[in-house]
């Protein structure tokens, strides 16, 4: 079946560091991919995606490339802030007649002055 | 105005209870789900619902039954609530199978 896997974290940054979050994928066909992102008490919000390879979302700073040699979609921003401490999930959908979201088990995100 | 809301926001009860969560979408969006995000933060897709339509049940007990009153409502009823459903339970839509899900807020549910 299809499945997801983040890095583990937490991870820890400085202000206006470069963030990179892993996330590869096992999925039969051509899923659509997702980064959604989860603030303290809230709940998810997309935060970008992209549906063929090759693909760049991108929203707020962050971007991620549907990668389908290497079945990666990876999150990055160049420079974090604060205020992007939160929960990061990064998903598939297969589409089709039963679509659903298949979650990897997300990655939080420090961020400190 | 909210696009996907649930309600209630919390729910405190004792283990044996039933309980309703509710789920609304003004999105006129065609497809609804549940997931549910355990203590560790991992989501699983619970129901999916296609124009009142039972589509996805992944292998869950059947004290969960979900109700599709119309399109825009998917409720949540649990009876005899165990312990282990303590967790948040999330509330989808999208506009069709492939489409972007959007969440609700989530309903936090502690069973005692």
């Known amino acids: 079946g299809d499945s997801v896997t983040q890095m583990e974290g937490p991870v820890t940054l400085s202000e206006e560091a470069f963030l990179t979050i892993n996330c590869t994928y096992t999925a039969t066909g051509y899923p659509s991919l997702f980064w959604y992102v989860q603030y303290p008490g809230e709940g998810l919000q997309l935060l970008l995606k992209?549906?063929?390879?090759?693909d760049k979302g991108s929203n707020k700073g962050f971007e991620a490339t549907y990668r389908k040699e290497t079945t990666s979609f990876h999150l990055e921003k160049g420079s974090v802030q604060v205020s992007d401490s939160a929960v990061y999930f990064c998903a598939l959908s297969g589409g089709g007649t039963a679509s659903k979201l298949t979650f990897g088990t997300g990655t939080r995100l420090q961020v400190t002055l | 105005d909210t696009a996907v809301s649930q309600t209630p926001k919390y729910l405190v009860t004792q283990m044996g209870n039933d309980k309703s969560i509710k789920c609304e979408q003004n999105?006129?969006?065609?497809?609804m789900y549940w997931y549910k995000q355990d203590s560790k933060k991992f989501l699983k897709i619970m129901f999916s619902?296609?124009?009142?339509?039972?589509?996805i049940n992944e292998t869950v007990p059947n004290r969960f039954s979900p109700k599709s009153p119309d399109k825009a409502h998917l409720n949540l009823h649990i009876n005899s609530l165990e312990l282990g459903d303590s967790a948040v339970y999330f509330c989808?839509?999208?506009?069709?199978?492939?489409?972007?899900?959007?969440f609700g807020p989530g309903t936090r549910l502690l069973v005692l």
């Open positions: 989808a839509s999208s506009p069709d199978f492939a489409g972007t899900q959007y």
């Open positions: 992209a549906t063929k390879a090759d």
């Open positions: 999105l006129g969006h065609d497809t």
């Open positions: 619902y296609n124009n009142k339509e039972l589509i």
